[in-house]
């Protein structure tokens, strides 16, 4: 087994490393979806079902879409 590591940003972000994006096959632009079950979570390439599927559900999220909201979670 091989293992990766990379420091998340200020932002929380994270540059996938590059043994990660040659065995997953990533490209720039590309989706990436993880998968959550208690404390393991898996990286995997999105494929167009999970893009089908966020796409549809985004738009029934917008009970928690206001300033107030943004304002206030935003440092989570």
Known sequence: ?????SKLTKKYQATVPKAV?????L????II????DSDI???R??????VKFFSALVPTLNEWNS???EEAYNGL
């Open 21 to 25: 994006r040659k065995k997953l096959n």
């Open 41 to 43: 979570i898996k990286l």
């Open 45 to 50: 390439k999105a494929n167009p079902i999970d």
């Open 33 to 36: 979806a993880f998968e959550i």
């Open 27 to 30: 490209n720039a632009g590309d």
């Open 1 to 5: 087994m091989q293992t990766a590591i």
């Open 67 to 69: 300033e107030n909201d």
